[in-house]
């Protein structure tokens, strides 16, 4: 399972995948759902900042089963690349790493 | 005598002769085997505590600058306070990492003088040093503990500090009593797991300082990109003076991503580690050509790595 600073850098790789995204030339901030992206990427960089400031119980099967869920979801953005085409999978997949990362957050000793 | 038989033969003699005068713990010098890596260890070690202080004194300004930018593209007026609230480490807290890594690496300098039969006053006096180094750190880390609202777990760092500093006031001891090699030996294998996981956490955390500075380098990317994309949608494609401005501040983003890659402190210190476990090996094993060899790989491998995190590092601070 990964340690707390395997999360952090996971959680930095979706954060850059992201904003490839966001950098796309053709996905400009008068979409809105550049504008959902962009608050889900804000959101998910107070997470990872959360994350590096919380003592996380990281030795329960719980908190096991949430890292590998997170893992999975990281994983799949990977998938879909910078295809703005895709944008609705996209969003999808970057919300439920945000809500993997509030149950993450819930670990807190 | 083939090449690699010779190398063996001296490599067998060289450690015989290291055991023979470890053994009786005599004034005497180290060969030359021995002191290449040494110097290898002590010159990367240098790189890698410059490196890590570059990283952690910059947190505060790479969290700031990522925030004031924020302000600026989402249109908010100018808040001081918002800034200010994204500080992330204290001055203390910066100086007790950067300490603690000074002192691991003259503790490793002085098992290197151990191993490489240093005078031994000048052995004794060089331990005694970096032991009463590890009192002052873990009186400083002492102080942290309590500290709360930074990025880095405080108590964790000073329970780190103080189990190591007791594991070398140990070795210190055994050093200063002059008690036999194998019971010297014996403490510095018993506290070695003790060193390494303070080595571990420090590098953990710069690891952290590190994927917060790509993060802030990476979200500026997307403000100055849809920055651009925002003045090319007006009217006659915008302002071309602005377009210029902000063609200039991406070029200086564009160049820094390739130093950036570089500039991970992490592997150099998992490099570190490995070396400093290959000199414990060597030092408190059967002092064989194969602990030898690995030594040697380690302390070049250590070298190896750091050379571009040095240079990435110099050229970040020019470039920021």
């Given amino acids: 399972m990964p340690t707390k600073v395997e999360m952090v850098t996971q959680i930095g790789d979706v954060l850059t995948q992201t904003d490839a995204i966001l950098s796309a030339p053709d996905f400009s901030p008068g979409d809105p759902a550049w504008q959902q992206l962009f608050a889900l990427r804000k959101h998910l960089d107070d997470q990872q900042r959360d994350l590096v400031q919380e003592i996380i119980q990281d030795n329960t099967a719980s908190f096991n089963a949430v890292a590998a869920q997170l893992s999975q979801a990281a994983g799949s953005l990977a998938k879909v690349g910078k295809d703005i085409t895709k944008i609705g999978k996209i969003l999808d997949t970057v919300s439920v790493v945000a809500s993997l990362m509030d149950k993450v957050l819930n670990f807190v000793a | ?320």
């Avoid at chain 2, 203390?92 to 151990?114: C, F, G, I, K, P």
């Avoid at chain 2, 080595?199 to 993060?215: C, F, P, S, T």
Wanted: net charge neutral; glycine share 6%; with cysteine.
């Fill in chain 2, 1 to 320: 005598m083939n090449h690699s038989q010779h190398r063996n033969s001296v490599l067998k003699s060289c450690a015989a002769v290291v055991l023979v005068l470890v053994l009786s713990f005599p004034a005497g010098c180290g060969n030359d085997d021995f002191q290449r890596p040494i110097q290898q260890f002590q010159s990367a070690s240098a790189v890698v505590i410059s490196a890590a202080r570059q990283s952690l004194q910059q947190m505060n300004d790479v969290e700031e600058k990522s925030e004031l930018d924020r302000q600026i593209f989402e249109a908010e007026a100018f808040d001081e306070s918002k800034i200010k609230a994204k500080d992330v480490i204290s001055a203390d807290e910066l100086n007790a990492r950067v300490n603690a890594l000074d002192q691991l690496t003259r503790y490793t300098s002085a098992l290197a003088d151990l191993a490489a039969l240093k005078a031994p006053a000048q052995v004794t006096q060089k331990f005694q040093d970096v032991g009463s180094g590890f009192k002052t750190l873990s009186q400083d880390a002492a102080k942290l503990a309590g500290a709360s609202g930074g990025v880095f777990d405080n108590p964790r760092f000073s329970g780190a500090v103080q189990v190591a500093a007791a594991g070398i006031g140990a070795i210190v001891r055994a050093i200063e009593e002059r008690k036999a090699r194998r019971e010297i030996e014996k403490e510095i294998r018993d506290h070695d797991a003790d060193v390494n996981t303070l080595i571990k956490l420090i590098g953990d955390e710069l690891e952290i300082a590190y994927q917060r500075r790509k993060q802030a380098e990476s979200e500026e990317g997307v403000f100055l990109t849809n920055s651009l994309k925002l003045e090319i949608a007006k009217p006659k494609r915008g302002d071309p003076v602005l377009r210029m401005l902000l063609g200039d501040r991406l070029r200086e983003w564009r160049n820094r991503q390739p130093l950036l890659a570089n500039a991970d402190p992490k592997p150099g210190v998992d490099a570190m580690q490995k070396a400093h476990q290959a000199l414990v090996a060597y030092l408190t094993a059967d002092r064989s050509p194969k602990n030898l060899s690995e030594l040697l790989a380690a302390a070049q491998s250590f070298a190896d790595r750091v050379q571009p995190l040095g240079q990435a590092i110099a050229a970040l601070i020019g470039n920021s």
